[in-house]
């Protein structure tokens, strides 16, 4: 029986000398314990060495992917005629037997012995120092992690840094030329800028019409679409309020405008070129977030491998450091997303669920550039589900967003009837519907004599003032002293009783209801006229003293003065 072991230097077939000894798995380890006893066991038959880095690489990458190399059919071919040979793995073995017609071998013992001679690989093939296996292992699996990380010239991120730098320097440097046009052209037809708002469009204008008095005989159907905009134009351009330009300044003028539209042409180009490279190198993460989105954030993390080591955390503020920064400093809340946001889905998402949409696609866009990175495939079917798990959920939110503005978290909400008081299938009522009954008010027996007493009042207040005035003015002037002093009398129980604890308040307020309703009463006719006489004796005197002492205080200023005109 043969053994197929590989090393970086190349395969080595080894001949068992003693097949018994692997019956006994547990015990096999001991026999390579020294070099002396190994030999006993096997021996180096045949080595077939790799040429170079490149051989070496081709042979592993095909082992690794249970495939045998075309120097090793040759090598097997040439030294395992008749033999069995032990592999290392059973996938090989099936190969080998398909292609070679040779018995292959693949078991616990097999896989022992392969340990055993990893033990004393040095020893046993001459040649071979542990000085010179080391950098053959250590360069042949840096070779083999650049090869399965695919770093091909169709997988280079760096075309796609440059291609998006130089597209958003040619928007700069687009926006700037357009306004500079715009400015310039401005002083001789002010009326084209808001007529043609595009920046294109209004190059375009300019360089076929030049002299605004040619906008009559043009015809601009090729670049305006809209026959509006363009009889617009051409009114405007009769009735013009700019200042006339030499031809020499039109010419400077319609060479911007070849800048504009070359430079917007070229613009176009790279955009097409950008999308087909973002679509080859990472698809999953351009079915995502898009072409402009995906190059910028491989832009900002250095490489499609350095932004794949990073979380979705980071991602998700990729842009924003400054903000985040700034947060941290002031301790206030943190950004939601960075240069994430200009990205479709989230565009879609409300103001309120935007945040969480954005956390969402950050995890979905790290697990996306891992596999575009790492991964075999060239497929964009990871994105392309995780986008549609995205838009189900912003769906979800938004639904349950208006299903609790309606008034129930499920939906619209439900109106129950109330059908209590009607028969099952039938609409009509099984109890009657209910009448006013007057019989059932009551009437308070306490008004009925208060309505009499009232009655009463008026019926003498009436009398009083039907009576004559029989009565002599002198009994009146004498009543209405009486009066008069009753009126004093109550004035002062009321100072008394303001000065009393405001425990007794209530009895003074209804004592002062019933002083003023006795004071509202009529009072008798005569007495009332005889008061109006003594009111207008009296204000007659109080003119007269009040003459009186207006004319004494004139004297005593004038005395005043004259006195201190005398001192002086």
């Known amino acids: 029986m043969l053994v197929l072991f590989e090393t970086p230097a190349g395969f080595a077939l080894f001949k068992v000398l003693d097949e018994g000894k692997l019956d006994k798995v547990e015990d096999l380890w001991k026999e390579f314990t020294t070099s002396d006893s190994a030999r006993k066991v096997v021996e180096l ?77 040095t020893e046993l093939i001459t040649g071979l120092g542990a000085q010179d296996l080391g950098p053959m292992s250590l360069g042949l699996s840096h070779s083999l992690s650049r090869y399965k990380l695919k770093f091909s010239p169709e997988k280079v991120d760096t075309m796609i840094i440059q291609a998006i730098g130089l597209l958003d320097d040619l928007d700069k440097e687009l926006n700037t030329y357009a306004m500079r046009v715009r400015e310039w052209y401005g002083w001789h037809f002010p009326e084209l800028t808001k007529i043609v708002t595009d920046n294109i469009q209004y190059a375009k204008v300019v360089k076929m019409m030049g002299n605004r008095a040619n906008a009559v005989n043009l015809d601009f159907s090729e670049i305006l679409s809209d026959e509006e905009i363009e009889t617009q134009l051409k009114e405007a351009a009769v009735i013009s309020m700019g200042t006339e330009v030499s031809d020499l300044d039109l010419s400077n003028i319609r060479e911007l405008c070849d800048q504009v539209l ?25 079915a995502l977030v898009g072409e402009l989105v995906g190059a910028r954030l491989i832009a900002h993390g250095g490489s499609l491998l350095n932004l794949a080591k990073q979380p979705g955390s980071t991602i998700q503020i990729l842009g924003a450091e400054k903000a985040l920064f700034r947060a941290l400093k002031t301790k206030h809340s943190t950004p939601k997303y960075g240069l994430i946001y200009h ?12 945040g969480k949409i954005s956390r969402s696609l950050a995890a979905k866009t790290a697990l996306a550039i891992r596999y575009d990175a790492l991964g075999d495939g060239e497929d964009n079917s990871i994105g392309t589900e995780s986008r549609l798990k995205l838009e189900t959920r912003l769906q ?32 009509a009522l099984t109890t009657p519907a209910k009448t006013y009954n007057p019989a059932a008010d009551l009437v308070l027996a306490e008004e009925t004599p208060k309505k009499s007493e009232l009655a009463s009042k008026k019926r003498k207040h009436h009398e009083v003032k039907t009576e004559p005035s029989a009565e002599p003015a002198d009994e009146a002037i004498q009543e209405a002293g009486d009066q008069e002093d009753g009126k004093k009398k109550k004035k002062k129980k009321s100072k008394e009783s303001e000065e009393a604890p405001a425990v007794e308040g209530d009895g003074e307020k209804k004592k002062k209801k019933k002083s003023k309703e006795a004071e509202d009463e009529p009072a008798v006719a005569a007495a009332s006229e005889g008061e109006k006489k003594k009111k207008k004796k009296s204000d007659a005197d109080g003119k007269d003293v009040v003459m009186q002492t207006e004319e004494s205080g004139k004297k005593d200023k004038k005395k005043k003065k004259k006195k201190h005109a005398d001192d002086e």
């Not at 955009?271 to 999953?284: F, G, H, W």
């Not at 619209?412 to 209590?420: A, F, G, L």
């Open 396 to 427: 979800v939110l938004e639904n349950r967003e208006l299903g609790k503005s309606a008034g129930s978290t499920k939906g619209k909400p439900k109106i129950e009837v109330y059908e209590k008081d009607r028969k099952k299938g039938a609409g």
């Open 45 to 121: 038959k045949a080595f077939n060495k790799f040429e170079n880095t490149s051989d070496a690489l081709s042979a592993a990458t095909l082992i690794i992917d249970s495939k045998p190399s075309k120097g090793l059919r040759k090598f097997l071919q040439k030294h395992c005629e008749g033999e069995t040979l032990a592999v290392a793995d059973s996938k090989l073995g099936n190969a080998i037997k398909e292609k070679l017609k040779i018995d292959c071998l693949h078991n616990s013992a097999v896989m022992e012995l392969m340990r055993g001679l990893r033990n004393q690989l």
């Open 262 to 286: 070359a430079l917007s042409e070229y613009r176009t180009q790279l955009y097409d070129y950008l999308k087909s490279r973002m679509n080859t190198i990472a698809p999953n993460l351009t």
């Open 343 to 354: 990205a479709s889905l989230i565009g879609k998402a409300s103001q309120k669920h935007k």
